[in-house]
């Protein structure tokens, strides 16, 4: 089935072309108007995201597999492999905007729950410290993390970082923006977007009172904070695409043994549910091993939707599909294309490398769409003004 046509559909996303080189890469002795670096760049997902409104100019991420997805897509031209800790800021290029999707299993509450001084979330003082040396720090930072980061503790990681950006002289809000508005994948995930104190921004791009963007985790990690800001976006439009049209029904199954012990794992009542279903409708629910009063059990869901997309070291298992088709029920694993559908990546998006490559290089990222949205409704406007003001 597809979908009809509409801003930011699932067929639009997949059919997206791919950039030649020429337009993501700029030399830095010809800085394009909104130039842009990007920090623990990953498999390139933000660039796709971000592509015809900003131009990255430098990138670096320290895994090799990611780094491989990431350069097949974009240009290796401004990609630098390796730790964030040896970048140096006197560096970098000058750039309108910095991006940085800090690591997240410090603060998932998949993971260890080490915070955001943890050895791998903590990453982002990092990145602060980077900013710190640049001889002129980027008018916009975005943050992007997990829900964690404002949900956890009370919002004290949130505050934390707040409190960092804005004893560097910017003005910052967070907010929440769900893939599943967009894709047929439940993934929320926090943006934090700060801007310099002494720039004005654009009255229709703030609210005086929290919107859409913050709900109650982001409004208590906000109360009482100097320099907060209220972002106001538009909604995007009803997403219409559903789980079912972007499984690939050919795909192969799980071998016998693992297929049946898959099924035999799903839970009393999702069984029931499945029961009732007509037995000839080719039907698709997702799934993750849960263990429940000691037991092992598959729990799916039945809205038509994935659920978020994890990586076995953010410590959750991978997702599987059960399919009903020809009246037989069987089980699988997303394949590596399901899941770059899933994050909104172009049909021709290069994913080089294992399965289990592959996957992480999806599980471990932003949505395109998200990205998209987010560039084209805040950042771009925010860049078009300050770059007016600068040239005025």
Same mark, same amino acid.
């Given at each position: 089935m597809s979908p009809p046509s509409f801003e930011y559909s699932l067929t639009e996303i997949l059919s997206a072309p791919l950039p030649s080189t020429p337009s993501v890469c700029s030399?830095?002795?010809?800085?394009?108007?909104?130039?842009?670096?990007?920090? !623990?760049?990953?498999?390139?997902?933000?660039?796709?995201?971000?592509?015809?409104m900003f131009t990255p100019i430098w990138a670096n991420d320290i895994d090799v597999k990611k780094a491989a997805v990431y350069t097949a897509n974009?240009?290796?031209?401004?990609?630098?492999?390796?730790?964030?800790?040896?970048?140096?800021?006197?560096?970098?290029?000058?750039?309108?905007?910095? *991006?940085?999707?800090?690591?997240?299993?410090?603060?998932?509450?998949?993971?260890?729950?080490?915070?955001?001084?943890?050895?791998?979330?903590?990453?982002?003082?990092? *990145?602060?410290?980077?900013?710190?040396? #640049?001889?002129?720090a980027p008018s916009i930072l975005v943050a992007?993390?997990?829900?964690?980061?404002?949900?956890?503790s009370g919002g004290t990681h949130?505050?934390?970082?707040?409190?960092?950006?804005?004893?560097?002289?910017?003005?910052?809000?967070? #907010?929440?923006?769900?893939?599943?508005? !967009?894709?047929?994948?439940?993934? &929320?995930?926090?943006?934090?977007?700060?801007?310099?104190?002494?720039? &004005?921004?654009p009255a229709e791009l703030t609210s005086?009172?929290?919107? *859409?963007?913050?709900?109650?985790?982001?409004?208590?990690?906000?109360?009482?904070?100097?320099n907060w800001v209220w972002w106001q976006l538009p909604e995007p439009p009803t997403r219409l695409a559903v789980l079912a049209d972007i499984v690939e029904f050919d795909a192969g199954y799980a071998n016998t043994q693992s297929d049946e012990r898959n099924i035999s794992l799903i839970s009393a009542k999702h069984a029931a549910l499945l029961s009732v279903l007509p037995k000839k409708q080719t039907f698709v629910a997702p799934g993750y091993k849960r263990t429940r009063a000691g037991k092992q059990v598959l729990e799916l869901?039945?809205?038509?939707?994935?659920?978020?997309?994890?990586?076995?070291?953010?410590?959750?298992s991978r997702q599987i599909l059960v399919i009903r088709k020809n009246g037989e029920l069987r089980s699988r694993l997303l394949t590596v294309k399901e899941t770059a559908r899933l994050m909104g990546a172009p049909e021709e998006y290069k994913i080089p490398g294992s399965y289990n490559d592959g996957y992480k290089a999806m599980g471990d990222a932003v949505a395109v769409p998200v990205a998209r949205w987010l560039a084209e409704k805040l950042l771009l406007p925010l860049a078009e003004s300050y770059a007016d003001q600068s040239e005025s």
């Open positions: 030399t830095i002795d010809k800085q394009p108007r909104h130039a842009y670096l990007e920090f !623990f760049a990953g498999s390139g997902l933000v660039a796709q995201g971000l592509k015809t974009h240009t290796e031209k401004h990609f630098h492999l390796g730790s964030i800790a040896d970048v140096a800021g006197n560096e970098l290029p000058a750039a309108a905007l910095a *991006w940085a999707s800090f690591p997240c299993q410090d603060l998932s509450l998949a993971g260890l729950a080490g915070g955001i001084h943890g050895k791998r979330s903590g990453l982002v003082w990092e *990145w602060l410290r980077i900013i710190d040396e #640049m001889p002129a992007e993390n997990v829900l964690g980061l404002v949900s956890s949130y505050r934390q970082l707040h409190a960092a950006l804005t004893e560097r002289g910017y003005k910052v809000g967070a #907010m929440l923006l769900d893939a599943v508005r !967009f894709v047929p994948q439940s993934r &929320p995930r926090i943006f934090v977007v700060a801007v310099r104190s002494d720039l &004005p921004v005086t009172t929290p919107t *859409w963007l913050h709900p109650a985790s982001v409004q208590k990690a906000a109360s009482g904070l100097d869901r039945f809205d038509n939707v994935a659920g978020c997309l994890r990586t076995p070291s953010g410590g959750s």
